[in-house]
């Protein structure tokens, strides 16, 4: 998907909470949204090269949102309301192979005490949960989620299980925002939980993809999948 917006590169300074960060844009330093509470500490280094889309909301704070950075040669879109677009697409388009026979796509809908981000069905009455989380933690091309701890992860992949117990069909779909990358695995280090609640879903049918992204300075489109490491 493309963006269909203005995007600047700038150099990052610092980030000093979750939501902003400085930046530098030819020689002046501004204050830009960052669109992602995760803590991202090994991209946004000072002194990167980072990639500001144009915001021209008059009620905004900031005039850009920080979207992507360079981490060495890789470009990684850290931009956590893109994964949804992306994977929505993707769908709409039968990109996700066992996902193709579902041609009713709906956003954010309920099962049980969780809100997913799609519920699919098709002509033939078969429904389907997928939840996404979009991943950008990388180590020599291996990818890990998640960056931080999150209950709210563990608790959508309990979730999962019961919709899959109904009858019904259920997946996590877990978006590298990043192109060169081989692997995949849950983050036992930063998360044991939310790893051992992931293993828990796959054992009882829960369906589980990685995807990478081919990601540019003005688009992020769904790439192929990498091998899943449980």
Do not use: W
Request: glycine share 6%.
């Amino acid at each position: 998907m493309k963006y269909n917006k203005k995007i600047i590169k700038a150099s990052f300074i610092k980030r000093p909470n979750r939501f902003n960060a400085s930046v530098l844009i030819d020689g002046e330093e501004i204050v830009v949204h960052v669109p992602n509470t995760g803590r991202c500490r090994e991209i946004l280094i000072p002194g990167c090269t980072v990639y500001l889309r144009e915001e021209l909301n008059p009620n905004r704070k900031t005039r850009y949102d920080l979207i992507a950075a360079l981490k060495g040669d890789k470009l990684i879109s850290i931009d956590s309301q893109i994964p949804n677009k992306v994977v929505k697409e993707a769908l709409q388009l039968g990109v996700v192979e066992k996902l193709k026979k579902y041609n009713n796509i709906l956003s954010e809908k309920t099962f049980g005490d969780s809100r997913f981000d799609f519920k699919l069905s098709n002509d033939d009455g078969e429904e389907y949960y997928l939840e996404v989380k979009g991943v950008t933690l990388e180590e020599e091309r291996r990818c890990r989620f998640p960056d931080a701890p999150t209950d709210r992860g563990r608790k959508h992949l309990l979730e999962l299980i019961e919709v899959k117990k109904s009858g019904r069909g259920a997946g996590v779909l877990f978006l590298i925002q990043i192109e060169d990358v081989v692997s995949f695995t849950p983050n036992d280090e930063t998360d044991p939980k939310f790893a051992e609640a992931l293993r828990l879903a796959n054992e009882n049918g829960v369906d589980i993809f990685a995807y990478s992204c081919r990601v540019t300075e003005d688009s992020i489109t769904l790439f192929k999948p990498l091998d899943i490491i449980l």
